[in-house]
């Protein structure tokens, strides 16, 4: 198979951050993707449909002219989020999930939850209204490892979880573990998960080939092979719980190469082609449509797009750097080349 045209695809898991950044990275996304779940890890977070109404505007107001591209907003859960708020976020027809950020688990999560069990009024009012809980799995104590962060979140708090809130739609983003992967496939339909382009090409090996790179740092951390493997085989599986989110976050250079540096992989400028690489390389490329513009949309009650993206076989390559605002960033494969362009 040398072209492919799909269905314009839904990225279900999107950081744009705001302001001049946001307007130099939204075109990668404008031209892959019709719609967006965009985070709301902002700094102050998007924690009110107020604020999500007002972001998303921003958002609108720095599309290319004519685009028909269509955000789809989050609010940031915080241990004070109210019942209430959730009603207006459903009401107001723009606020599609709510993002549950363990308190200190990742870029901008120090508002986030510090225990779940504060927020059972919330989590009842969205089960109520069938707003979707994104949930970024990983336990922040010190004491677990790193790379068991995703596997003992789940079995400390999503299967006591979903457990309690049986009709709870749940969306575990960005799995990177086997037993992630198993968690949701042996779950009801209410509860699915993003797959990243990035943790389905890369292993942990990717963090220190031949020295530390920082740009393949991102939260959930990269795994082990087998891991990488079982996400490639949930991706393919056809298994309609599983399907495309990229996480693309993008952080300047400098915010990536120092002595602390962020976490985040930006993907965006490749995204599609990306997905379309790693369904490829495993004889999957008759799966990519649904996993990339069906499976998501159906999830959120959505309807499926009606544009279409083709992509042909034919390598490019990706520049060293991208502008972020008044910076610069790293893209995903700088330097190097992408296997799949869009026609
Ligand atoms: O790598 C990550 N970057 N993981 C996250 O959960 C947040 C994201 C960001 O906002 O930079
Ligand atoms: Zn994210």
């Not at 069938?130 to 068991?148: C, I, K, N, S």
């Not at 960005?174 to 198993?182: S, Y």
């Not at 942990?204 to 031949?210: C, D, E, K």
């Amino acid at each position: 198979m040398t072209t492919l045209i799909l269905t314009k695809p839904d990225d279900m898991h999107l950081h744009l951050r705001d302001g001049d950044a946001m307007r130099s990275i939204l075109p990668h996304t404008v031209r892959r993707f019709a719609r967006a779940i965009v985070m709301p890890n902002l700094r102050p977070p998007i924690a009110t449909t107020a604020q999500a109404i007002a972001y998303r505007e921003r958002i609108l107001s720095a599309l290319p002219p004519e685009s028909a591209f269509e955000p789809l907003m989050t609010l940031y859960l915080t241990d004070n989020t109210a019942p209430a708020e959730i009603v207006r976020a459903r009401e107001s027809g723009v606020v599609h999930a709510v993002k549950y950020y363990p308190a200190g688990a990742t870029t901008n999560s120090d508002s986030g939850v510090t225990d779940i069990a504060r927020c059972h009024g919330v989590l009842e009012a969205m089960e109520r209204t069938g707003l979707p809980l994104l949930v970024h799995g990983e336990v922040t104590a010190a004491e677990v490892d790193v790379f068991d962060r995703e596997r003992v979140f789940i079995d400390q708090v999503l299967v006591p979880l979903v457990a309690r809130f049986t009709r709870l739609k749940v969306v575990v983003e960005h799995i990177t573990t086997r037993e992630a992967v198993r968690f949701v496939t042996a779950m009801p339909a209410n509860v699915a998960a993003t797959i990243t382009a990035h943790h389905l090409l890369l292993n942990r090996n990717a963090l220190f080939s031949a020295g530390v790179r920082p740009h393949h740092y991102c939260l959930p951390i990269l795994k082990r092979e087998v891991h990488r493997v079982a996400l490639v085989e949930a991706a393919l599986s056809g298994n309609p719980k599983f399907f495309l989110g990229t996480d693309s976050a993008p952080h300047s250079r400098a915010a990536k190469e120092c002595v602390c540096g962020c976490a985040g992989v930006y993907t965006a400028h490749a995204a599609i082609e990306l997905y379309a690489e790693a369904f490829g390389a495993n004889d999957g490329l008759d799966r990519l449509e649904a996993f990339a513009s069906a499976y998501g949309a159906h999830f959120y009650g959505l309807a499926r797009n009606r544009d279409s993206l083709s992509l042909e076989r034919r390598s490019w390559q990706v520049p060293e750097e991208l502008e972020l605002g008044s910076e610069r960033l790293v893209p995903f494969r700088a330097g190097e080349s992408v296997a799949w362009s869009i026609v």
